[in-house]
């Protein structure tokens, strides 16, 4: 529900995606340096203040406009992509002929080239800054929310037949990611609880938070076949910890699997 309400508050920015600019945008901007993490408040509340400036980010594409008389592609994308905010209007001349899809995770580097203002579903009127992108590329939602420390695993760890693998453990700036690959080499049916797994650190347990960015690992695995995902728990300390995942086998045999991750 809050991805629909926040998507009426700007579908109508469409409407005018190639009518953007003012006489102020053809000035010759005095300041063109990087903006910073630090300056993106001031941006979305004021994007003229910042015409000129280079801008590269990571963002959420919810609605694509094509110009059918040349390459030109307009990307309307979210900024703040955890909070559907921020609405950002990217125009990219895609001689890549790239195919982008709503839902994309985009990386963008461009230049602001001023506001565009335009009404909301409810009268209202809204703004976005927007951008003339130099490249845009499509990412996967773990490049759109970079890790700040990465812990090697490959650890694996095989019982009757099942066996699951975690390969890393990502610390973002909002939780941690497990990659784990369930790999059925039985001769009957396999089934994981990836999104029940357990973390446990200095006592305290915590469990998967549900994200609908990453591939999941499927519940049931045919004989011979494997799956391959990301599992996220809230963020924890840089400490030690523990991780856990149970499932059976086609038997009904329990299966239990828990690594220790050690932190340098």
């Known amino acids: 529900m809050k991805k629909i309400i926040a998507f009426l508050l700007v579908m109508t920015i469409g409407l005018v995606l190639y009518g953007c600019g003012d006489d102020s945008a053809l000035e010759e901007p005095s300041n063109t340096s990087p903006i910073q993490d630090t300056e993106t408040t001031a941006l979305y509340t004021s994007p003229d203040d910042f015409n000129g400036r280079t801008f590269e980010f990571s963002a959420l594409v919810f609605e694509i406009s094509e110009d059918p008389d040349s390459d030109m592609v307009?990307?309307?994308?979210?900024?703040?992509?955890?909070?559907?905010?921020?609405?950002?209007?990217?125009?990219?001349?895609?001689?890549?002929?790239?195919?982008?899809?709503?839902?994309?995770?985009?990386?963008?580097?461009?230049?602001?080239?001023?506001?565009?203002?335009?009404?909301?579903?409810?009268?209202?009127?809204?703004?976005?800054?927007t951008v003339d992108a130099t490249s845009v590329a499509i990412i996967s939602a773990a490049d759109a929310f970079p890790a700040t420390k990465t812990i090697s695993v490959d650890e694996t760890i095989e019982q009757y037949g099942c066996s699951l693998t975690v390969s890393k453990v990502d610390f973002t700036k909002t939780e941690t990611r497990v990659f784990i690959k369930a790999e059925n080499a039985s001769s009957g049916e396999m089934s994981i609880y990836s999104n029940m797994g357990v973390l446990i650190q200095n006592g305290k347990q915590y469990e998967t938070d549900y994200n609908s960015y990453y591939p999941e690992v499927s519940s049931d695995i045919k004989s011979g076949a494997y799956s391959e995902g990301v599992v996220t728990f809230p963020l924890v300390n840089m400490e030690n910890f523990t991780i856990s995942f149970e499932g059976y086998d086609d038997d009904y045999n329990d299966l239990n699997y828990e690594y220790t991750i050690t932190l340098d």
């Open 74 to 129: 307009a990307l309307q994308a979210w900024y703040d992509i955890e909070n559907y905010d921020k609405p950002t209007i990217i125009y990219y001349d895609n001689t890549s002929s790239l195919d982008f899809k709503q839902d994309d995770f985009i990386k963008v580097s461009g230049t602001i080239d001023g506001e565009l203002e335009g009404d909301n579903a409810f009268g209202g009127t809204i703004s976005a800054p």
